[in-house]
């Protein structure tokens, strides 16, 4: 590689200032990330870490964003600000960005960074022509975006602080006419780690990121074109506080989950978003369709496209197609829609119409989980220990409209009996059964089979039409395998971590220590502890996915990982056994398992 290119990749990316701008840009932002935790902060402290005295602290406050400067508190010796703020620095991505083998750029201030990164691989294409495109791959974070734009050049408000904004630059050899699903692919991967974080994001198709009716986030795909090939540039903006925008309900991260840190989920959507991509350009969005399905608010509504404000057509929607377009039932009709410059709205979304209620349980070893259904979408998801029972009792009581109600469970009868008690109507229970939605059960006596891994399997159905091997991380740890061919092979259960660790503390001379921390090769009892435990579930799920590879004979096999410790297990699966594999990690996949039973009755 010449040095003109190596200092164009090393380099991509410079703010479009003069030097002396660009260094006061820079100081405001190290002022910015001290304060961004929206703690109080000595101001002392501030100017000795600043290495400036008060006059200086006060330059670099002046040279912060307006609105963050608005948003300052000053007094006692202190500073901070009222709510916390989204600021990055390139420093904090360098072993990431080695991991992931995406160079991570930081500007303080851009227009857009769809466009400045366009510009920048123009340019590194324009003095290099023959050079590896792959070579291109990076992601570009603004602190400040300050023209940014959507669909048809709308305006994207995004004020500093308040809204995450970054671009990817990512070589496709797939053909551009076959990468119209795209959008789509990304806002599932957004709305994944979303709901990894606890905000239960849905997409309004076609790549609308939601959390109930208010926008939390959005897409803008674009592409440069490059020998028979292209570059995709791929733009996300991400509300952490909601952005005040006239005739549009917004929503942003912090209403949802106050104690999210950007870096982390920052970290999280570029590595989703590059992992799932990659996929695409390999095997077509049909890959995804049954995921997007799932994570689609719109399913079963009625609605209306519009098009420059006017509607087009109205309907039902049923789903999405291979491509990623929208089927909608109307006239008595299947229609396509392609995403093109038409947008979707509730026909009856100020109404707020309901049809129909039910209310789902799944009731575990430890503790309760339910599900608000409404028209068949899952509109809420609650949790409570047994100890605390009253909390479903008082949700049953508020809603007295719920007259459905279904469950499954593998506690005891006692238990069963103590959530008969708390909700207002009779519960019908669903078990382990031979044949259900297409897959047959192979296990020897379906009547000792725990239903959560029947409804686990079911549910499975849902996220991948490929061979899949399902593991639930709970009291126990579960993994089981079904194939393409709808079998259900059955499986593995071990002690989850805490059974694993308390054998150890009760039965075991001097191994009544506390969980350590993971190592390859622990030095210190806790850390041997925690090791051999996740090295055990590990290496399960690896063995049970090898016998389910080699029993379907070159077909692809997918990961399902649910229950609440799935990403522990998810972060230590070994990265070469990861690499090019489909891992999806699914909360309350019982649930989805049983709303599936309850559709095919």
Same mark, same amino acid.
């Given at each position: ?9 090393n380099n ?6 003069? %030097?002396? @701008?660009?260094?006061? /840009?820079?100081?405001?932002?190290? !002022? *910015?990330?001290?304060? $961004? ?28 964003p ?8 000053q007094?006692?010796g ?25 160079p ?17 691989v ?17 992601a570009?974070?603004? %602190?400040? @975006?300050?023209?940014? /734009?959507?669909?048809?050049?709308? !305006? *994207?408000?995004?004020? $500093?602080?308040d809204?995450l ?22 806002a ?7 709901r ?9 198709w ?56 950007p ?5 999280a ?17 049909s ?5 997007y ?7 079963g ?9 006017k509607?087009?057509?109205e ?35 100020s ?21 608000w259904?409404?028209n068949?979408d ?18 049953c009581?508020q809603?007295?409209d ?13 238990k069963?009996l ?11 229970w ?19 089979h725990?239903?959560?891994r ?5 549910g499975?159905?849902r996220f ?8 639930s ?9 079904l ?10 259960i071990?002690p ?6 308390d ?28 090791s051999?435990?996740m ?22 096999v ?22 090019g ?19 095919q009755?």
């Amino acid at each position: 590689m010449n040095e003109t290119m190596e200092n164009l990749l090393n380099n991509p990316i410079n703010n479009s200032f003069d %030097n002396e @701008q660009s260094s006061s /840009y820079f100081d405001s932002d190290a !002022l *910015w990330l001290l304060l $961004a935790d929206a703690k109080p902060h000595n101001v002392a402290d501030l100017c000795n870490r600043l290495q400036t005295d008060a006059g200086g602290i006060n330059r670099y406050r002046l040279a912060l964003p307006d609105n963050v400067r608005e948003n300052l508190k000053q007094g006692d010796g202190f500073w901070q600000l009222k709510t916390p703020s989204v600021v990055f620095r390139e420093s904090d991505f360098a072993e990431f960005a080695q991991t992931e083998e995406i160079p991570v750029h930081i500007v303080s201030e851009c227009l857009s960074t769809n466009m400045l990164l366009s510009e920048k691989v123009k340019t590194a294409l324009a003095a290099t022509p023959d050079i590896n495109p792959d070579l291109l791959r990076q992601a570009l974070v603004a %602190n400040r @975006q300050t023209g940014g /734009y959507g669909k048809q050049g709308r !305006l *994207w408000t995004a004020p $500093a602080g308040d809204v995450l904004t970054f671009s990817l630059s990512i070589f496709s050899r797939r053909p551009r006419n076959q990468t119209g699903a795209m959008p789509l692919v990304i806002a599932l991967s957004c709305q994944k780690v979303l709901r990894r974080f606890g905000i239960d994001a849905k997409i309004k198709w076609p790549n609308d990121i939601m959390v109930g009716d208010e926008k939390i986030g959005g897409i803008l795909v674009e592409s440069i074109p490059h020998d028979a090939n292209h570059i995709c540039i791929i733009g996300v903006g991400l509300n952490f506080n909601a952005p005040e925008i006239d005739g549009q309900a917004t929503t942003g991260v912090w209403n949802h989950a106050p104690d999210i840190r950007p870096e982390p989920l920052l970290k999280a959507l570029i590595h989703e978003i590059n992992r799932d991509i990659q996929f695409f350009f390999i095997h077509g969005f049909s890959t995804f369709q049954t995921a997007y399905t799932a994570g689609c608010r719109d399913i079963g509504q009625d609605v209306i496209i519009m098009r420059d404000e006017k509607v087009v057509t109205e309907g039902k929607v049923l789903g999405v197609d291979g491509t990623g377009a929208l089927l909608l039932e109307t006239g008595g009709e299947v229609k396509k829609i392609v995403s093109g410059e038409v947008s979707l709205r509730h026909k009856n979304e100020s109404v707020g119409a309901v049809v129909d209620q039910m209310l789902i349980l799944d009731c575990g070893n430890s503790k309760i989980k339910w599900a608000w259904v409404v028209n068949g979408d899952i509109v809420g998801t609650f949790k409570a220990p047994y100890n605390k029972l009253s909390i479903l009792g008082e949700f049953c009581r508020q809603h007295k409209d719920i007259k459905k109600i279904y469950g499954s469970a593998v506690c005891g009868q006692m238990k069963k009996l103590q959530v008969a008690e708390q909700v207002l109507h009779r519960i019908e229970w669903f078990a382990s059964e031979q044949v259900a939605c297409g897959i047959r059960n192979h296990y020897r006596h379906t009547g000792e089979h725990g239903a959560d891994r029947w409804f686990n399997a079911l549910g499975a159905r849902r996220f991948t039409s490929n061979a899949c091997i399902v593991v639930s991380c709970g009291t126990a740890i579960t993994i089981d395998a079904l194939t393409t061919s709808n079998q259900y092979l059955g499986g593995s259960i071990l002690p989850g971590f805490n059974l694993m660790k308390d054998s150890l503390s009760k039965n075991t001379a001097n191994l009544d220590r506390p969980f350590g921390r993971i190592y390859p090769f622990a030095t210190t009892t806790p850390n041997a502890i925690a090791s051999g435990i996740m090295d055990a579930v590990v290496g399960a799920l690896i063995l049970m996915y090898d016998r389910l590879v080699e029993k379907e004979e070159g077909l692809p096999v997918d990961i399902i990982l649910t229950g609440g410790g799935s990403s522990r297990i998810y972060h230590h699966l070994p990265p070469q056994f990861v690499a090019g594999k489909h891992i999806e990690m699914v909360d309350n996949l019982v649930i989805f398992g049983l709303l599936s039973r309850i559709e095919q009755r």
